[in-house]
């Protein structure tokens, strides 16, 4: 389960389960966040995950690098085919040349009709690999390999809130307007963060995403309810 445990200077580790971004490897990833996080272990900081590995923040005063690596030590027979537990969620999306600005673009260069790669978008369950590069932007993957495409060389100054894109073989929403590299084929009308909740990222590391296509129609009904504040969020879960 674990490729390798390292001092990360005198106060984290790192854990790494692999070198390869696959569902795998990040499964394992969000298991032994599960893991320590279940396990209460005095001194610990911040657990922060990422695509194939965890950084473990601790204590020094209350643990060391040798009692994690001990604690660790107990889930390498561990079995986490039937212990992953994801939230499922449900992301709306239009997909139109008004919000895909990298629509014909992507056509051109993978050879496919509009139809097609909102097929191949939506049809993948996709795992939210780690969260970045803004606050509550989620790195999902994989995407179907006919949508494989690279960023742009040089950036957009600036990409729409919602804006869903596509880079290699993953796909994210950026969460609020910023630049950007990523090919946008549509976006998403639901907000991604959310400051009157507790928790205002609508995305965690570990969750699995599907995306459904919506008219125009539903896309400006919902915009509309976010601005009145009276979109219910219990439609995007499973």
């Known amino acids: ?19 390869e ?19 209460q272990v005095e001194g610990i900081r911040a657990l922060i995950p990422a695509y194939t590995s965890l950084c473990v923040v601790f204590d020094p005063l209350q643990t060391s690098f040798e009692n994690l690596q001990s604690i660790l030590s107990n889930i390498l027979a561990e ?21 895909g600005p990298d629509l014909t673009l992507l056509m051109q260069e993978n050879k496919l009709k509009l139809e097609e790669i909102i097929e191949l ?58 630049p950007g590299g990523w090919k946008i084929i549509g976006q998403c009308p639901v907000k991604l963060v959310r400051e009157e909740l507790e ?20 896309f400006e009904e919902i915009q509309k309810e976010e601005k009145n504040k009276t979109f219910d969020l219990s439609q995007i879960y499973a």
């Open 199 to 218: 928790t205002p990222f609508l995305f965690h590391a570990g969750d699995e995403v599907k995306f459904r296509a919506i008219t125009k129609e539903e």
């Open 1 to 19: 389960m674990i490729e390798r445990i390292s001092a990360y200077g005198n106060s984290a580790m790192l854990i790494e389960t692999g070198l």
């Open 121 to 178: 978008h939506t049809q993948p369950s996709y795992q939210v690999f780690m969260m970045g590069f803004l606050a509550g932007f989620p790195y999902m993957g994989l995407s179907h390999t006919k949508l494989t495409t690279k960023r742009h060389s040089t950036p957009r100054k600036r990409v729409e809130t919602g804006s869903v894109g596509l880079a290699n073989n993953q796909t994210g929403i950026y969460p609020s307007a910023s």
């Open 21 to 39: 971004i696959n569902r795998e490897n990040n499964e394992k990833v969000q298991f032994i966040k599960s893991f320590l996080q279940n396990k």
């Open 79 to 99: 079995d986490i085919s039937s212990k992953i537990q994801s939230r499922k969620l449900t992301i709306p999306v239009l997909y139109d040349h008004s919000t």
